[in-house]
């Protein structure tokens, strides 16, 4: 049972997980003014407290009109490279020679 518990331990502090928590942690304790909730305040410290659900569908719809709007522009500057490549690549009309 020891061993699995160093073995957690060993893999937290490997991936980072106790020094961001002891940060979090010491941030907690200097902070000046406690916050009233304290798990709210590890949380938006961890980065947890995302967007609310109907903000993060509206975001996710705005992601898809302009990821939409991205590949048109895409596919319309290609069209104009091809038809300036067209235009700087034929002989120049009335050279005269």
């Given at each position: 049972m020891?061993?699995?518990?160093?073995q957690?331990?060993?893999?937290?502090?490997?991936s980072?997980?106790?020094?961001?928590?002891?940060?979090?942690?010491?941030?907690l304790?200097?902070?000046p003014?406690?916050?009233?909730?304290?798990?709210?305040?590890?949380?938006?410290?961890?980065?947890?407290?995302?967007p609310?659900?109907?903000?993060?569908?509206?975001?996710?719809?705005?992601?898809?009109?302009?990821?939409?709007?991205?590949?048109?522009?895409?596919?319309e500057?290609?069209?104009?490279?091809?038809?300036?490549?067209?235009?700087?690549?034929?002989?120049?009309?009335?050279?005269?020679?």
């Amino acid at each position: 049972m020891k061993s699995k518990r160093e073995q957690f331990r060993r893999y937290l502090e490997k991936s980072g997980v106790l020094d961001t928590l002891t940060s979090i942690l010491v941030a907690l304790y200097e902070e000046p003014e406690k916050p009233n909730n304290a798990l709210d305040f590890i949380k938006l410290q961890l980065g947890a407290a995302g967007p609310e659900p109907a903000d993060a569908e509206a975001l996710r719809m705005e992601l898809a009109d302009l990821q939409q709007k991205c590949n048109l522009l895409m596919k319309e500057n290609e069209e104009l490279r091809n038809k300036l490549m067209q235009f700087e690549t034929s002989p120049a009309e009335g050279d005269g020679e």
